[in-house]
Nanobody, 120 residues
């Protein structure tokens, strides 16, 4: 069974940058559609960005133009480059891998999360 481990979180000033990484172990990474989600304090988890097995990307409106998701199937990693960070980007960021079991059914796998705090 695949496992995901995030890294790269931390404290950054508004306007700064961070790069999150998610490393996969086990499983066949190239079969997974990957994504980054976040959970701000006292709010529900929300989608940030996704990248399909074919490399198609999509972003939440709130991060378009500032965040970039990428994947390296050979290294079994997915990354999130975050630029022009704002205090409202403060959240626990989670790596997600989605595996298609059938044409209708999928299964999600999650990392443990990494804290990103944007504050002066």
């Amino acid at each position: 069974q695949v496992q995901f481990v995030e890294s790269g979180g931390g404290l950054v000033q508004p306007g700064g940058s961070l790069r999150l990484s998610c490393a996969a172990s086990g499983g066949f990474f190239s079969l997974y559609d990957m994504g980054w989600y976040r959970q701000p304090p006292r709010k529900q988890r929300e989608l940030v960005a996704t990248i399909t097995r074919a490399g198609t990307t999509d972003y939440a409106d709130s991060v378009k133009g500032r965040f970039t998701i990428s994947r390296d199937n050979a290294k079994k990693t997915v990354s999130l480059q975050m630029n022009s960070l704002k205090p409202e980007d403060t959240a626990v960021y989670y790596c997600n891998g989605r595996l298609a079991l059938t044409t209708l059914a999928t299964k999600d796998f999650w990392g443990q999360g990494t804290q990103v705090t944007v504050s002066s």
